[in-house]
């Protein structure tokens, strides 16, 4: 099976976003007057080449959120929080045509979940089946969505995504799962925490393992170390999923891929595993 990390441009954030300091209110506040930024970190998409057609996870950004008002100027987060950098030919459309995958013949597109730089690229996809959580898209939408960070009026008019539950049975430490599949080796996993309806992508290759992870780390060394993010709604949600990651990893030599880890393609590439160690994990930060 082919897998494709396709990097579709570089957005930088806050440092006590990709690493929060302190809990509850404390830790969102210090992440939003952090003065300091991270680097330019790459914005992933993936394609897998199954054989029962391609499936890609997440769209990345669109070259338009470079555009003054593109993301609403009233919005904190996207006026004094994040900064991106996206090529027209960097968007997800041009990046598959350049692997031979016109995204109208992409059989599903998965979305760990809506924040923009994941849902971005969306407008290459129409007439796709997508498939987003339930409890996503109820947070995304309307008015409060807006609110919540996700610029939901940039959807396109015609989209249409199938909101699924995970309904299937555990998968390890993840207590429930969906097949996308018939072969069963493709299957969704709730990893709840940066957002509350996120999931990740589970592929099976042989006795190992890639998770496609979202953003549920900014980085490999993050989910090793066990620290959570600066801006998970839910502090402890973030913390269990991370800890069920690391229990996978100790089990199934696994290949972890983050939306906006550097290494995260290389380690695709080379088929690299984690090792998470035999450690108990921290239990705070
Ligand atoms: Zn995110």
Not at 20 to 33: D, E, Q, Y
Not at 45 to 67: F, K, L, Q, W
Not at 177 to 194: F, K, N
Not at 264 to 271: D, F, I, V, Y
Request: hydrophobic share 35%; net charge negative.
């Amino acid at each position: 099976m082919e897998i494709h990390a396709i990097q579709t441009g570089f957005v930088a954030v806050k440092s006590r976003q990709r690493e929060g300091a302190g809990h509850g209110k404390a830790r969102l506040a210090r992440t939003f007057f952090d003065r300091n930024w991270s680097d330019r970190l790459p914005i992933y998409a993936y394609a897998i080449e199954h054989p029962e057609g391609v499936i890609v996870v997440d769209t990345g950004e669109t070259a338009r959120a470079t555009e003054p008002g593109y993301f609403p100027r009233w919005h904190p987060y996207f006026r004094f929080g994040v900064r991106e950098w996206v090529e027209p030919e960097e968007e997800i459309g041009p990046r598959l045509r350049q692997l031979g995958i016109e995204a109208g013949d992409v059989r599903k597109l998965v979305l760990t979940h809506l924040h923009t730089d994941h849902a971005g690229g969306l407008h290459h996809f129409q007439g796709i089946e997508t498939l987003v959580t339930r409890t996503e898209l109820e947070l995304a939408s309307g008015r409060r969505g807006r609110l919540r960070g996700y610029p939901n009026n940039r959807w396109p008019e015609w989209w249409n995504p199938t909101p699924v539950a995970l309904s299937g049975p555990p998968v390890g430490p993840f207590e429930a799962s969906l097949d996308l599949t018939e072969t069963g080796d493709v299957t969704l996993i709730p990893l709840p925490g940066h957002t509350p309806g996120h999931i990740g992508v589970l592929i099976q290759e042989g006795d190992s393992a890639v998770l496609m992870a979202g953003d549920s780390s900014y980085s490999q060394d993050l989910m090793v170390r066990g620290a959570v993010d600066g801006v998970a709604p839910d502090e402890r949600a973030a913390r269990d999923t991370i800890d069920r990651i690391q229990a996978f990893c100790r089990e199934t030599p696994t290949v972890y891929l983050v939306a906006h880890d550097p290494g995260t393609a290389a380690r695709l590439e080379r088929r690299e595993t984690v090792d998470v160690g035999g450690r108990s994990q921290q239990s705070d930060a």
